[in-house]
């Protein structure tokens, strides 16, 4: 517009020649009033050569909800959220909503609080993008918050595995789960140990099953180590691994607690995967950096955040009403923090005599 003014919608009615009322109907996807498509056409044409933008506060007063979707994560310092969140922050952004991100810092009182906030504040919808935990209190309160969004016309997704029946895009935890392992079973590994997350936590629980599978089917002994999900959990967790036995290969639940598993090693004077190998879940960015290159289950973060998105813009217009869970794939990626076991060779050569 001259004088560097922004177009309103005045401005696009008098263009398009007509009136306010209509220009209002065309522009908007969830009218329906009846408006030609020769008119609509018209209308959206002079809307794109202005570059006009709808007033998300007005729309949000007809629609009782504020154009604005949060983001729950466990941690936003965690580079599996942070991928996420850039995800879903790029397509809401193309659908003209705004986003928050909420960190609980997996504290049930704190994730209830936020809930609580947004409910209160009317947003649009909210993404889940951590796990459920399964704590009584916490289930019925979120039950309850849960309500109260939907009664205004907000929406749910979740991002990962919940006792709440929502609408969710998830990673196939448990494949994935069962396919690095499957992979340490092939190099020649017997004592295959999983440091995984709390056991509350409803994420942690489905990578434990597809772990649990592939080792029961191979008939091995399964070697079960609970962390936070953090860098620091997975050093800890690798530590007592070390002081109770002799794994020669150990399934992270999470990269992020991987590359503290691997820092212990170090510190240990082990070899990756020499003396033990490492595998992990995730491919957060930035592996690429680390050494020995980490193997792990490669999960599409950002375009599950996209997707978590687009489910929810289909909630909110009308287009999806199911609460089904849509699994999404995941990739093994051979690296180098896995290799046969030291005494793999040796095994095979008393064998052959």
Known sequence: MR????????????????????????????????VSDRTRARVQAVAARLAYRPNPMARALRT????????????????????????????????????????SDRDSATELR??????????????????GLDEEHYRRRMGGYARSIAHYGGAIVALAPRSERWPAEMPDNRAGARLVTQHLLALGHVRIAMISG??????????????LEAIQTAGARPVLMRADFTTVGG?????????EGSPSAVFVASDTMALGALAELRRQGLGVPEDV??????????????????????VPMAELGAAGVHRLMRQLDGED?????QLHAVELMVRESTGKPRDYDRGRSSQIR
């Open 277 to 298: 190998s490492v595998a992990g879940f995730d491919d957060i960015p930035g592996l690429e950096f680390v050494h020995p290159r980490l193997t792990t289950v490669h």
């Open 198 to 211: 709390p056991k509350n936590l409803r994420t942690s629980r489905e990578r434990e099953h597809g772990y």
């Open 235 to 243: 050093a800890a967790a690798m530590a007592r691994l070390l002081a």
């Open 64 to 103: 009782r909800r504020v154009p604005t979707i949060a983001i729950v994560v466990h941690d936003v310092t965690d580079p599996y959220f942070a991928e996420i969140v850039r995800g879903a922050t790029a397509a809401a952004s193309a659908r003209g909503f705004l986003t928050v991100v909420c960190s």
């Open 321 to 325: 009403e199911s609460t089904t869970t």
């Open 3 to 34: 004088g560097g003014r922004l177009p309103i919608l005045s401005d696009v009615a008098q263009q398009a020649a007509v009136s306010l009322t209509t220009a209002s109907r065309a522009l908007d996807p969830d009218n329906d009033h009846p």
């Open 114 to 131: 936020y809930v609580e906030m947004l409910s209160l504040s009317r947003v649009s919808g909210v993404i889940f993008a951590g796990g």
